[in-house]
């Protein structure tokens, strides 16, 4: 079995890797304020405010187009990503697993080094969950192959085309964060 990285290990790596994320942006303010009030801020039963996720941009192999799911709860279409399990070292190493558990792509290159995007978005409450907030923390990947195998969990999961995104009706925080990985586009 392996034994989960040292807690305070996975909190100073968070700390830094948000301070090193660059500008003085409000939510990295309250992405920092939540990591000095908790010593867990990625226990995934924190609901005030809320905890950390991570999430990540995949590229297609080209550069052509950007990976989305349909969120089967939410009914939405987005970019993969979830919670910060225990057994995760790091906030990049949740969304590789979470892209790769959703959609099959597992083989992953950083596009850009550190986090990509900050977004603080509401969670609506569930019979065993109070509404929260999550703090997701943004990753921009390519993929070194186009094959998809998406999960139960997930509706639906396809190579978006970088000029063909208005149909998916995305939220302003993802389509932000696509826009600005357009710029890597090829």
Do not use: K, N
């Not at 990976?67 to 990049?92: A, K, N, Y």
């Not at 609506?124 to 907030?133: G, I, L, N, S, Y």
């Not at 990947?141 to 999960?151: E, H, I, K, M, W």
């Not at 997930?154 to 009706?169: I, S």
């Amino acid at each position: 079995m392996t034994r989960p990285p040292d807690l305070d290990q996975r909190h100073a790596a968070l700390v830094a890797a948000l301070e090193r994320y660059p500008g003085d942006d409000p939510v990295r303010t309250r992405m920092l304020t939540l990591t000095a009030a908790s010593p867990r801020p990625c226990t995934r039963s924190l609901f005030t405010p809320g905890h950390f996720t991570a999430s990540g941009f995949v590229m297609s192999p080209d550069r052509a187009a950007v990976l989305l799911i349909e969120h089967r709860r939410l009914g939405r279409w987005l970019q993969p990503g979830g919670h910060i399990d225990p057994s995760d070292p790091s906030p990049e190493a949740a969304a590789r697993r979470e892209i790769a558990e959703e959609t099959g792509v597992a083989d992953l290159r950083l596009l850009v080094p550190g986090l990509f995007d900050l977004d603080i978005h509401p969670i609506p409450p569930r019979t065993d969950e109070p509404a929260h907030e999550h703090f997701d923390l943004r990753f921009a990947f390519v993929a070194r192959s186009g094959d998809l195998v998406p999960d139960a969990e997930v509706a639906d999961a396809r190579w978006v085309p970088l000029d063909g995104l208005d149909p998916y009706e995305l939220d302003l925080s993802t389509r932000r964060a696509i826009d600005r990985l357009a710029s890597f586009a090829a």
